[in-house]
């Protein structure tokens, strides 16, 4: 079946670093998305992604979607407390529906 | 309603027990999914019910677990004889379309199922 690899596995910065992360495809798509899932909350949607190539941002938010198809990347600038929470990327065909394994970030003062 | 409801938001029950979860999804959402995700870990997919077509079906761990979706609308995840293993937090996700066209899921907040 279908591996979707996310890293890293978990961050923990300083307030104001820049972050960066990434998920990788054995298989190529047309659609990635990120999504952000705080504590206690389902995971909601930051920046979606169709086409190869694309580079979009959402406030301090970047994503580009990789030309291969097989790969994402999803940068956040100048990091807040806020963004602390579970970063996962999303790809799928309509018979297989994928998470990537999550990437845990912690923002400390 | 506004967003997708879930209901229990918390469930503790004894091994053994059957326990439902309810999903109510937004209204007008054609495509529902299940996913499941355990303490620290990723979100593992469940089902999804798109329409009237059959169920995708092929995340379900064993046969005690089943989920329904009546008139299109709400659906139920059913697990029977539930295993310590069970304890998870259930999230529910809608969608307008099935995610060829927009992948974007609106996910509730989930039912926390514990079991003793």
């Known amino acids: 079946g279908q591996q979707l690899n996310q890293s890293p596995q978990s961050m923990f910065i300083q307030e104001g670093e820049d972050v960066s992360m990434n998920c990788t495809s054995s298989s190529i798509f047309n659609t990635w998305l990120w999504y952000k899932q705080e504590p206690g909350e389902g995971p909601v949607l930051l920046i979606a992604?169709?086409?190869?190539?694309e580079l979009t941002s959402n406030g301090r938010l970047t994503a580009q979607f990789g030309i291969t198809r097989k790969d994402s990347f999803l940068n956040i600038s100048a990091s807040i407390p806020s963004d602390v929470g579970i970063y996962f990327c999303?790809?799928?065909?309509?018979?297989?529906?994928?998470f990537g394994t999550g990437t845990r970030l912690q923002v400390t003062l | 309603g506004a967003g997708v409801s879930q209901s229990p938001s918390n469930k503790v029950t004894e091994k053994g027990k059957d326990v439902e979860l309810r999903c109510d999804p937004i209204s007008g959402h054609t495509a529902l999914y299940w996913y499941r995700q355990s303490l620290g870990q990723g979100l593992e997919f469940l089902i999804y019910f798109q329409g009237n077509s059959a169920p995708d079906k092929s995340g379900l761990p064993s046969d005690r677990f089943s989920a329904e979706r009546t008139g299109g609308s709400v659906s139920t995840l059913t697990i029977q004889r539930t295993q310590q293993e069970d304890s998870a937090v259930y999230l529910c996700?809608?969608?307008?379309?099935?995610?060829?066209?927009?992948?974007?899921?609106?996910f509730g907040e989930g039912s926390r199922l514990t079991v003793l």
């Open positions: 999303w790809t799928g065909t309509a018979s297989k529906l994928t």
């Open positions: 996700a809608s969608s307008l379309a099935l995610l060829a066209n927009t992948g974007e899921l609106f």
């Open positions: 992604l169709y086409k190869a190539g």
